[in-house]
């Protein structure tokens, strides 16, 4: 398999709780990503990093915080849930040659209620 | 930003037929990529290109990199069931990993058997 997983698959919460999604690694990529999928809207980059404690906003980044503290773990935290943040998740990675694209993971189904 | 642009949203076909989707931007890419969906999975890499003008295939897939480095498509051929799924194009401007993808909204494929 492509070494990468996500935790958990699904997850329903309530508005106004964190949540933090796990992205794990062990194909020792220095990029990690972390993707919104919505109808219509394709994939969204919330946030990214190019290695452990470096970090960088996306272009829908607003309610995210991201962090890794190890290259294998790239954490997402929706500091307070809302409703708008129901999406499906997903984290890539790729090594430093980046020539061949984006491998994903399975992808985490969020719904805020 | 850079924009990926691919229409029409859905496309419908009957099994056995051939298909053809066409990716454009407005400014250029020096990686064009191909990405398919399964529901409930993250994207997966198809085929990957590297130089204006190349043509390369993947078993019933086969892409082109188009000579003005503004769009690519891609063909599949003989279209079977289990061909339906999201089709996503992604590009890099630049070379090397820090140059992150741009993707486009996709485009949905549905094979009537």
């Known amino acids: 398999d492509a070494g990468i997983t996500q935790s958990p698959r699904h997850k329903v919460t309530e508005t106004g709780t964190p949540v933090t999604l796990r992205c794990h690694q062990t194909?020792?990529?220095?990029?990690m990503y972390w993707y919104r999928q919505d109808p219509g809207h394709g994939l969204r980059l919330i946030h990214y990093s190019y290695g452990v404690k470096d970090t960088d906003k996306g272009e829908v980044s607003d309610g995210y915080s991201v962090s890794r503290s190890k290259t294998e773990d790239f954490l997402l935290t929706l500091e307070s849930a809302t409703s708008s943040q129901t999406s499906v998740y997903f984290c890539?990675?790729?090594?430093?040659?980046?020539?061949?694209?984006?491998?994903f993971g399975s992808g985490t189904r969020l719904t805020v209620v | 930003g850079q924009q990926l642009n691919q229409s029409p949203q859905s496309m419908f076909i009957q099994e056995g037929e051939d298909v053809s989707m066409n990716c454009t931007s407005s400014s250029i890419f020096n990686t064009w990529l191909w990405y398919k969906q399964d529901p409930g999975e993250g994207p997966v890499l198809l085929i990957a290109l590297y130089k204006a003008g190349e043509l390369t295939s993947n078993g019933r897939l086969t892409a082109q990199f188009g000579i003005t480095r503004k769009d690519s498509f891609l063909n599949i051929s003989a279209s079977i069931p289990s061909d339906v799924g999201i089709y996503f194009c992604a590009g890099r401007p630049n070379t090397g990993a820090n140059s992150k993808l741009t993707f486009g909204k996709g485009i949905t494929l549905s094979v009537r058997p």
């Open positions: 194909e020792n990529h220095r990029y």
């Open positions: 890539a990675i790729t090594g430093s040659t980046g020539d061949y694209g984006y491998t």
